[in-house]
């Protein structure tokens, strides 16, 4: 296991207590609110903070033990770090920024300034080794920061909000650009992030964080449809009803039920409905749908291309539509509807 | 119409406010147009080179320049640790530092006279055990400009300390650099500008020293008589050399003031 860690820190009123593992070439994604403890994990791990308990293994050597006393500093670890602003040194060029870490670990000038030049040209940003970093863009910065990162040759690479400071056209060509390199990458990636894109498409697995503890742990596609917390589910834009199942309908905590299909759960159940699965019409719509649900509209709100439609309940639910179909149903807040879900939509399971 | 009379009205400056300023500005520069109109040009090559002033110029290049490279060697490390460390006292040690400043440089000449002179607290046994005298030597000139000289260094480079990111450093320790490597490539070029501003400043101050000068070191040609102490004894005896060598000095404050520009002389506008 290339990360083995468990780290406990408390502080005030905020504590946290996380286990964290990742094979060679993983990446996790650490996703979670602000003040979660996610950054603070990650400055445990690279050894700017020290955890009041716990074990940190990086590919086999124990950086901290607080049982044993051991507490590597920074410098010691075999770590890669990418913060969310970059820090890149302004005084030095993007080349000396580069090659930084092979100086600091004793490379000569040549040695270190050739393998930076190499890593540079890998990012495509080789033209820009003569600039100072103020003089770059955002985009730019990244890539530089992450050729910083990686030219020692990291066990393990550590990125605090990689793609946070990006605006939106940057923020998609940078992210398929690192999810070739962490594809590369051989060590164990740790990615804090609370985009929950960002951790669909750069991570193998997501733990996500609240209150310093781990709520979910998972794929990122199991997160994303099967949210364990109302974070996440409203993090990943899925509707997430808790409730009683039995013999195929669920009475749900804040009142209205909704049929699913199997009747044999018999338990505390959470219901995963996509707001694209949700049907909204104006009259008690005909056909098979097996849950139909006379409601109020009360918020319309533009996202992307499509129009995100809130409804009152019980159950108040999300559901996702065309500004085309806004305009031929004539909603407006207040309007009155009808929704229908299917059974086979739903994802249920244990609370 | 109306509208560029009101804008006009209000920048126009109220005549009291004005009148009061020129005079602000004559008080300024008439002393110093003065000293530029007397100035006898033809002679100054002649009078820079006499012996007293050559050696007064000499001296004071000397002891300037080690005044400031003491405040420098021990200022720096002293911005550090009021910048940095958590230790207790450290609005005593503020104070204790910022106290140059606004001290009487005589005050201050007595003090150091009382602790580094003959019978000191310490100088007693600097003379005893080593035989070593302050007072009245080349040594004790550079003792007391750099303790006159030394607040504007300190003051200077802990703000820079205190306004430079410590992430820098952090990011800097995660890339394998040890502490000493991070303050010689990351803390200090990063401090560079102040560094250098507040060096300047200490040389420009430690070069006008007076009072604490004539107080601890005496007046000695050669010894400890340096520009500012040589305009004094001057004044009385060759009018024309102490205004020769007033010309020295306000050529060097000159010289200060085109190289932090930047920083003192934007005031507003930036």
């Given at each position: 296991m290339?990360?083995?860690a468990?780290?406990q820190?408390?502080r005030?009123d905020f ?7 990742a094979a060679d070439?993983n ?7 602000n ?7 990650l400055?445990c791990?690279?050894g700017l903070e020290t955890p009041?308990?716990g074990r940190i293994?990086?590919a ?5 033990d607080?049982d044993?006393g051991?507490d590597?500093?920074?410098?010691q670890?075999s ?6 602003d970059y820090l890149?040194?302004?005084h030095?060029t993007?080349?000396?920024?580069v ?10 000038r ?11 040209d890998r ?6 080794a003569?600039r100072k970093?103020?003089?770059?863009s955002g985009g730019q910065?990244?890539?530089v920061?992450?050729a910083?990162a ?14 946070a ?5 940057t923020r998609?060509?940078?992210r398929?650009l ?11 990636v740790?990615?804090?992030?609370h985009d929950p ?12 964080l ?8 998972g794929?990122?596609g199991?997160?994303a449809r099967r949210p364990a917390t109302?974070y996440?589910?409203?993090l990943?834009g899925?509707n ?8 195929g ?6 009142g ?7 009747r044999?759960?018999n338990?505390a159940?959470i219901v995963?409905?996509r ?8 009259q008690?719509?005909?056909g098979?749908?097996?849950?139909v ?7 319309l709100e533009a996202?992307?291309?499509?129009v995100?439609?809130?409804?009152e ?13 806004v ?10 509807i009808w929704?229908?879900a299917k ?5 249920v399971?244990?609370? | 119409m109306s509208?560029?009379?009101a804008?006009?009205?209000?920048r ?11 005079v602000?500005?004559a008080?300024?520069a ?14 100054l ?6 012996p007293?002033?050559a050696e007064?110029?000499?001296?004071s290049?000397?002891t300037?320049?080690s005044?400031t490279a ?18 207790p006292g450290?609005t005593f040690i ?8 606004v001290?009487p ?5 007595v003090?150091l006279?009382?602790a580094?002179g003959?019978?000191g607290?310490?100088g007693?046994?600097?003379y005893?055990?080593f ?16 303790f006159?000289?030394?607040?504007f260094?300190?003051?200077t480079?802990?703000g ?13 320790a995660?890339?394998g ?5 991070i ?5 200090l070029p ?13 040389w420009a101050?430690a070069?006008?020293?007076f009072?604490?000068?004539?107080t601890?070191?005496?007046n000695?040609?050669?010894v400890t ?5 040589a305009v004094y004894?001057?004044l009385?005896t060759?009018?024309e ?7 020295v ?11 932090l520009?930047?920083?003192y ?6």
């Amino acid at each position: 296991m290339s990360l083995d860690a468990h780290v406990q820190l408390g502080r005030g009123d905020f504590s946290l207590d996380l286990s964290l593992d990742a094979a060679d070439g993983n990446t996790i994604g650490l996703l979670g609110p602000n003040g979660s403890g996610k950054s603070t994990t990650l400055r445990c791990l690279a050894g700017l903070e020290t955890p009041q308990a716990g074990r940190i293994d990086i590919a086999g050597v124990t950086v901290v033990d607080t049982d044993r006393g051991i507490d590597l500093p920074p410098e010691q670890r075999s770590v890669g770090f990418v913060f969310q602003d970059y820090l890149l040194f302004p005084h030095m060029t993007v080349l000396d920024n580069v090659a930084f870490g092979l100086r600091a670990r004793g490379e000569s000038r040549q040695a270190a300034e050739r393998r930076a030049r190499e890593w540079l040209d890998r990012l495509e940003i080789g033209d820009l080794a003569s600039r100072k970093p103020g003089r770059l863009s955002g985009g730019q910065a990244q890539r530089v920061a992450l050729a910083r990162a990686l030219v020692t040759d990291p066990d393990l690479l550590l990125l605090d909000e990689p793609l946070a400071a990006l605006d939106a056209g940057t923020r998609a060509s940078v992210r398929s650009l690192l999810r070739r390199h962490l594809a590369d990458f051989r060590g164990a990636v740790v990615m804090v992030t609370h985009d929950p894109m960002d951790a669909m498409v750069l991570a193998d697995r997501v733990v996500v964080l609240e209150d310093g503890r781990a709520v979910q742990t998972g794929t990122p596609g199991d997160v994303a449809r099967r949210p364990a917390t109302a974070y996440v589910a409203q993090l990943v834009g899925v509707n997430m009803l808790r409730g009683r199942a039995r013999e195929g309908v669920v009475t749900l905590d804040d009142g209205g039920e909704i049929r699913i299909a199997d009747r044999a759960i018999n338990e505390a159940v959470i219901v995963a409905l996509r707001p694209e699965a949700i049907s909204v019409h104006l009259q008690h719509p005909e056909g098979s749908a097996r849950n139909v649900w006379h409601s109020r509209v009360s918020g319309l709100e533009a996202r992307g291309d499509l129009v995100r439609l809130e409804v009152e309940g019980p159950p108040a639910l999300t559901a996702v539509i065309t500004p085309a179909a806004v305009a031929d149903l004539a909603l407006h807040e207040g309007a009155d509807i009808w929704l229908t879900a299917k059974a086979t939509d739903l994802d249920v399971y244990p609370a | 119409m109306s509208a560029t009379l009101a804008t006009s009205r209000r920048r126009t400056t109220p005549v009291p406010i004005g009148a009061l300023a020129a005079v602000g500005v004559a008080f300024l520069a008439i002393p110093l147009v003065g000293l530029l109109l007397t100035t006898p040009w033809s002679r100054l090559p002649e009078l820079l080179t006499s012996p007293v002033a050559a050696e007064a110029l000499r001296l004071s290049l000397i002891t300037s320049l080690s005044a400031t490279a003491l405040a420098v060697v021990i200022g720096v490390p002293l911005a550090w640790v009021l910048a940095r460390a958590h230790l207790p006292g450290r609005t005593f040690i503020r104070a204790l530092v910022t106290l140059p400043l606004v001290l009487p440089p005589v005050v201050g000449g007595v003090a150091l006279l009382l602790a580094f002179g003959r019978r000191g607290l310490i100088g007693q046994y600097l003379y005893d055990w080593f035989g070593v005298q302050l007072p009245f030597s080349t040594a004790g000139v550079i003792l007391a400009e750099a303790f006159v000289a030394m607040p504007f260094l300190v003051i200077t480079v802990e703000g820079a300390l205190r306004g430079a990111d410590p992430r820098f450093e952090e990011a800097a320790a995660t890339l394998g650099a040890k502490r000493w490597t991070i303050l010689r490539r990351i803390t200090l070029p990063l401090i560079g500008p102040a560094l250098l501003a507040g060096t300047i400043l200490a040389w420009a101050r430690a070069l006008g020293e007076f009072g604490a000068t004539i107080t601890f070191a005496g007046n000695l040609p050669g010894v400890t008589q340096t520009l500012p102490l040589a305009v004094y004894s001057a004044l009385d005896t060759d009018r024309e050399a102490a205004i020769a060598l007033s010309l020295v000095l306000l050529a060097a404050s000159l010289a200060v003031l085109l190289l932090l520009r930047d920083r003192y002389l934007r005031g507003g506008s930036s």
